[in-house]
Every structure is written in C-alpha cells, then in structure tokens.
C-alpha cells in the first residue's frame, strides 16, 4: 500500500518566517509534486520533480522553491512566508515507467496559516 | 477556456439515486484519465482510473470518450458515504514527465 507522509498536518507562523514541508514516499516513485487547494480554485500545482535533484516549476512557483535530495523525500520551502501563502499544501508521488501516465498518490495534507 | 471542466454542482440526491457527473478536457494529447474522490478536509484518493473501453468498479462506472474529449462517472444506488467532491483528472506526459490537470471538482451530498 502506498503511503505518502507529511510532516505537520497543521501549522501556523508568522509573516516573514522560513517555512519547511516535508514529505515523504515510500513505493519508490519517480515522481513527487507539490499542490496547492484553496476554495474556488482547486489544486494548483507549485513544483514537481521526476527524478532526485531534478525540479520543475509547476503553475504557481513563486514565493516557493523545493529540494529533492533523495528519491523518497521531496521538501516545500517558503523563503519568506505571506499571508497569501495561508493555503492546503498537498505533496503526491506517481511512478515513472516509460512513457506512461500513472496514477498520483497524496499525503494527508498540510494546513498551513500565516500570521 | 479552463483545460478540464467539470459539472459545477452540488449535487443533492436521494439515498438509491443514480448520479452522473460529467468532465470535459481540452488537450487533445491527453493520455490517462482518472477519478479521484475528495471528503471534506481531506486529501484527494484515487477513485478509479478510466479506460478507453469503459470501466466498472461496483456502483461506479466511468466512461471515456476520446473523440469528444469527455469523461464521465455513473454512481449508482447512492449512499450517504458517497458524499464527497469527485476530481476529474487528466494526465498526459511531456518532456520533464507526467503533467496532471485536476478539475475543480464537483460536490455530491447524497440525503437521508
């Protein structure tokens, strides 16, 4: 059974900190992305990754970097954290095999509130 | 033009209705195709993927229309449990790998 983990389910900080997400997989998948859901809008995705050390903007990169050291963890980082930052964070993985598309497996979630 | 829509909703329906929500995508190169079920405060999970021929899963069917590039779910014989907002997700795959769209979801409160 996949499971994908990440570290807080809640979390409150003030403007200006540096934020760390953390999220880990561990069915050995390729793929790792950070999402982002807020009402009305839906997922929008923030970075992804499909191999260690690789990463690609998604649709809503700014404010946001990522770090992807080993191929089980993939890491959400808010340099300077906003209040319009105050969001769902959701970190999934999927496999790479190919030049198929597989299914996307999500952690719990993150709620993330800036003060 | 929003690259997968979805019926807006909510759908309010009767335990023992059946319910059909459709989706619609616009990337003619879309690849997979899947069904995600969201509850309220919790993370999207894997529903069912939809097959070009069509798929059941119990009370659940999904349909795929390439041509037409529409994508649709069945509930059959509701129950309170189905409530939830169902995602509509298209995957196609590109230079850097998979490229997942979600659509915005649409909501069903199945009633007592």
């Known amino acids: 059974d996949v499971k994908v983990t990440q570290s807080s389910r809640y979390l409150v900080k003030r403007t200006g900190e540096k934020v760390f997400l953390e999220c880990v997989q561990d069915?050995?998948?390729?793929?790792m992305f950070w999402y982002r859901q807020d009402p009305g809008l839906g997922l929008r995705l923030i970075y992804f990754?499909?191999?260690?050390?690789?990463?690609e903007k998604g649709d809503i990169p700014e404010g946001y970097s990522v770090s992807r050291e080993k191929k089980e963890r993939f890491s959400l980082i808010l340099e300077s954290a906003s209040t319009n930052q105050t969001s769902m964070y959701l970190c999934?993985?999927?496999?790479?095999?190919?030049?198929?598309?597989?299914?996307?497996?999500f952690g719990p979630g993150t709620r993330l509130t800036v003060t | 033009r929003k690259e997968v829509e979805q019926d807006p909703g909510p759908f309010n329906v009767p335990e023992g209705a059946t319910v059909a929500f459709n989706c619609t995508y616009s990337?003619?190169?879309?690849?997979?195709f899947f069904w995600y079920r969201q509850d309220c405060r919790k993370e999207p999970k894997l529903l069912m993927s939809?097959?070009?021929s069509g798929n059941e899963d119990g009370r659940f069917t999904a349909q795929l229309n390439r041509a037409s590039q529409y994508i649709s779910l069945l509930i059959r014989d509701s129950k309170l449990s189905d409530s939830a907002t169902y995602l509509c997700?298209?995957?196609?795959?590109?230079?850097?790998?998979?490229?997942?769209?979600f659509g915005p979801g649409t909501r069903l409160s199945v009633l007592p």
């Open positions: 999934a993985s999927s496999l790479k095999i190919g030049t198929g598309t597989y299914e996307q497996y």
């Open positions: 069915m050995d998948h390729e793929n």
């Open positions: 990754s499909y191999d260690v050390k690789m990463k």
């Open positions: 990337n003619s190169a879309s690849q997979s």
């Open positions: 939809v097959y070009s």
């Open positions: 997700v298209v995957a196609i795959r590109d230079n850097y790998g998979q490229n997942f769209v």
